[in-house]
Nanobody, 123 residues
Framework: QVQLVESGGGLVQPGGSLRLSCAAS????????MVWYRQAPGSQRDLVGS???????NYVDSVEGRFTISRDNAKNTVYLQMNSLKPDDTAVYYC?????????????????WGQGTLVTVSS
């Protein structure tokens, strides 16, 4: 099985910074695009940004210039550096990845989600 585990959430004051991590584990043969989403209370899950295996990033307008996504392919880990945080950034943050995983020779393309980590921006 393949798992994604997020960490790094917590309470931060407006204007502060936080770095989230999402580590993939299990029988992995390759990871493609890794994506961060967030879900605020009472709202749908929204895209935050993504990073390809070669490091190309894309962000939604609301976080452009404040958030940075990076990844360490050797560690199967993606990061979300969040700066200049606002109360509107309060949400559960989830990572998602396209993973080639499974027991050889039954390797499959998988869409894997993490369990989420809560970020609260409040004074």
């Amino acid at each position: 099985q393949v798992q994604l585990v997020e960490s790094g959430g917590g309470l931060v004051q407006p204007g502060g910074s936080l770095r989230l991590s999402c580590a993939a584990s299990g029988s992995i043969f390759g990871i493609g695009v890794m994506v961060w989403y967030r879900q605020a209370p009472g709202s749908q899950r929204d895209l935050v940004g993504s990073i390809t295996s070669s490091g190309t990033t894309n962000y939604v307008d609301s976080v452009e210039g404040r958030f940075t996504i990076s990844r360490d392919n050797a560690k199967n880990t993606v990061y979300l550096q969040m700066n200049s945080l606002k109360p509107d950034d309060t949400a559960v943050y989830y990572c998602n990845a396209d993973v080639k995983g499974g027991r050889w020779p039954n390797v499959r393309d998988l869409q894997v989600w993490g369990q989420g980590t809560l970020v609260t921006v409040s004074s």
